[in-house]
């Protein structure tokens, strides 16, 4: 008799997940500490983000009342979602831990630190976690340098291909 186990999974066999990133963030500020979060979402939200509708770039996140919330985060309505479709420009409750919204609120008074959410993305279980990072502004030096480096690298790259 032949052992019964787990099957191994191939990527084939997982659904596609997309992932909406905060390409504006990378370039804005350096990350302090990052934190994966759940979020509160209607249904035709949770199929917008599947089909990959959904827009960061000027989304960021306040503590009211004790509680985090995702403001100005765009999920595009779902096409197929008749009068029962939702609100694109909602304010979305994150779900953490009280103590960890406390740590956050610590060092939010401190100077220059924002809470940025840098993706949303499906876990293994298929829950959709928004992941936020507390964050400090670059100044425009820092992005000039950033980007000064990143010429030079390709240039270099560029050169090394051509011998």
Known sequence: MAKKGKKKENKADKPFSPRINNKKARFNYHFIEKLETGVVLEGTEVKSLRNGKASLDEAYCRIRGGELFLLECNISEYSHGNIYNHVPKRPRKLLIHKRQIRQIEIKLNQKGLTVVPTRIYFNDRGLAKVEIAIAQGK??????????????????KRAMSRY
């Open 139 to 156: 100044s425009q030096s820092d992005k000039r340098d950033k980007m000064k480096s990143q010429q030079q690298e390709r240039d270099v």
